[in-house]
């Protein structure tokens, strides 16, 4: 086969290209059924591209229905006739592919590159080559604390009602588990009720029940930019229009902000204020009110995503604490400090939006498990979830300092003073070729072009304290950075 050929643009990646022109090339007969594609290794030699830019393509190829991987022998162009009766067995078939690994069975779990959100997921949940992951978006799974969950699912299933593991729980929440997140929220001066309180299977899920609920497609959204791809994909898929508000050291600009508002009349904005991600920036008290004063004044709500809640100092300024949860929604969860296996999260909201949330989240999941949210409601009563969110804080600091000193010692620099879980690093050379690079390495990077809206190239990246505190994951990054020079 020759050469494909293949360009770096911002309107498509490598990885889109490669599947696209072998798709062409098998639904136009140029690939025979049967044919066994080119290893992924002589794929990658041939045509100039990384070999996770071939496994990713393959990948695609699998979930379209075009190839199949055979056990230790390749991938091969799909018999079309064999198994696609009616269209039905061959979307089950594709869908059966998607969800395994992109390598033949029994091969080793695949490197997908990081070229946008769900690639970066992907990557976080396969682990890479058994290193810490410096792009990770949690806690290491050796930071978390198992027998405090185990002991807190054992006292309820002992202790509690039965009947909750064999039956749908209630539709607003657990009634336990709200009341203990309406302390909770006191502390931090939020004034929410357990009656403005309604639970999700995560905070993701949280943030889409109330996209849901208050958007209409084509509606405006103001979003940090900065900020998470998974929310701008979300948004972005349910037809909203973002506005970015460029986030940096100083928070969100607000002229952009006043202007934006003005000319597009947003109905929400969206925004991550205490330990954002990926800047680790946190609103001070004035920032929130300018921001408060810029949504009373164009009539659009506020959506506060807090999901480094428990990791964040006691005191930080929330805009639902200042609002008082008038135009405020605060969403929240606890995958970050307990578990992100549980998928437990959770919304306070004015109370005549909480019904609308309710029917909202009926129509998507129906109801939440009631033992997982009352084994959490138990974490928080017993004060076992702030003891170990005090010890992760801790160790978080720690990490925290040995991290920005490797950092620069290695002349890389953060862009926002380093807080939180995350730092904001410039590494002076794009860092999307770079991704691929430490990939080989078997350092999985959240390159900065992630965090962007528009898709472009960014010397920065995003690293989890946490997990960068390894010399030997700054000295390859220094090797690929020197060899991605011309």
């Known amino acids: 086969m020759d050469p494909l050929a293949l360009t770096r643009s911002p309107g498509s990646t490598l990885t889109e290209q490669l599947a696209a022109q072998f798709g062409e090339r098998i639904r136009q007969r140029l690939l025979a059924p049967g044919a066994r594609l080119p290893s992924v290794r002589e794929c990658a030699r041939r045509h100039g591209v990384s070999p996770h830019t071939v496994v990713a393509a393959y990948d695609q190829l699998l979930a379209q229905g075009l190839v199949e991987a055979r056990r230790q022998r390749g991938f091969f162009v799909r018999e079309r006739g064999r198994d696609e009766a009616g269209g039905r067995a061959g979307a ?30 992907r990557g976080m949940f396969h682990g890479v080559g058994g290193r810490p992951a410096p792009g990770l978006g949690t806690l290491p799974p050796d930071w978390l604390d198992l027998p405090l969950l185990a002991s807190a699912l054992r006292r309820v299933l002992a202790h509690g009602d039965a009947a909750l593991a064999l039956q749908y729980g209630q539709p607003a929440g657990d009634s336990r588990l709200r009341e203990a997140l309406s302390v909770r929220l006191r502390d931090i001066g939020v004034p929410a009720a357990a009656t403005q309180i309604v639970t999700a299977t995560g905070a993701t899920h949280a943030l889409d029940i109330v996209s849901r609920a208050l958007l209409a497609p084509g509606d405006a959204v103001l979003v940090d930019e900065p900020g998470w791809a998974v929310e701008y994909a979300r948004l972005t898929q349910l037809g909203m229009r973002l506005l970015p508000v460029p986030r940096g050291a100083d928070g969100p ?74 135009r405020t929604l605060y969403v929240s969860g606890f995958s970050k400090i307990l578990t992100p296996s549980w998928r437990v999260g959770y919304v306070a909201a004015p109370a005549p939006l909480v019904e609308r949330l309710v029917d909202v989240k009926l129509l998507s999941t129906l109801t939440t498990p009631a033992v997982l949210e009352q084994a959490i409601a138990h974490c928080l009563e017993q004060g076992s979830l702030r003891r170990h969110a005090e010890r992760v804080v801790a160790r978080l600091d720690a990490a925290r300092h040995r991290s920005v000193r490797l950092a620069e010692a290695h002349g890389c620099r953060f862009v926002t003073p380093p807080q939180g879980l995350f730092g904001w690093v410039d590494t002076g050379t794009d860092t999307e070729p770079l ?17 962007h809206a528009t898709r472009r190239p960014s010397p920065l990246m995003r690293i989890n304290f946490a997990t960068s505190q390894d010399a030997r994951f700054w000295q390859a990054l220094d090797a690929a950075r020197r060899a991605a020079r011309p």
């Open 92 to 121: 089950a078939s594709a869908s059966t592919h998607a969800a395994r690994s992109p390598v033949p069975e029994g091969g080793p779990a695949p490197r997908v590159a990081p070229v946008d959100a769900t690639a970066l997921i």
């Open 253 to 326: 600009d607000l002229a952009v902000m006043a202007t934006l508002a003005r000319e597009h009349r947003p109905r929400l904005y969206v925004t991550v204020s205490v330990l954002h991600n990926p800047t680790g920036h946190s609103l001070t008290a004035g920032q929130a009110h300018q921001v408060l004063k810029l949504a009373e004044a164009h009539d659009f709500r506020i959506v506060e995503d807090d999901t480094y809640a428990h990791l964040a100092p006691p005191h930080a300024p929330r805009l639902a604490a200042l609002d008082g949860l008038q």
């Open 435 to 451: 991704a691929e690079a430490m990939l080989d390495a078997g350092w999985l990077l959240a390159p900065g072009h992630l965090f």
